[in-house]
Nanobody, 124 residues
Framework: QVQLVESGGGLVQAGGSLRLSCAVSGRTFSRDSMGWFRQRPGMEREFVAASHWIGGTTTYADSVKGRFTISRDNAKNTLFLQMNSLKPEDTAVYYC?????????????????WGQGTQVTVSS
């Protein structure tokens, strides 16, 4: 059984940093594309960042570009999201996801696996 478990969320002041982790079990994800979505209160789930299997490239939403960094440790089957210069509008539940594809989609459809989410709250 494949499981994705996020951790690292919490409460932080604006301008602060958090590092989210997503531990994968039940599957070797070195050939998967993985990424992060978030869901803010009252809004649809939105794309944040992706780590594509092909070429090891990354993609970011414009709203987080330059502040967030996605990385992965294939040996530890873990995906990370380093979040710096956090803003109150980054407050959301953050989900990691994986798909058996060469690229990670920027819409929530077509993803094979999801984590349960971790809450990030940024106070002003």
């Amino acid at each position: 059984q494949v499981q994705l478990v996020e951790s690292g969320g919490g409460l932080v002041q604006a301008g602060g940093s958090l590092r989210l982790s997503c531990a994968v079990s039940g599957r070797t994800f070195s050939r998967d594309s993985m990424g992060w979505f978030r869901q803010r209160p009252g809004m649809e789930r939105e794309f944040v960042a992706a780590s594509h299997w092909i070429g090891g490239t990354t993609t970011y939403a414009d709203s987080v570009k330059g502040r967030f960094t996605i990385s992965r440790d294939n040996a530890k089957n873990t995906l990370f999201l380093q979040m710096n210069s956090l803003k109150p509008e980054d407050t959301a539940v953050y989900y990691c996801a994986a798909c058996r594809a060469v690229t990670f989609p920027t819409t929530p459809r077509g993803l094979d696996y999801w984590g349960q989410g971790t809450q990030v709250t940024v106070s002003s």
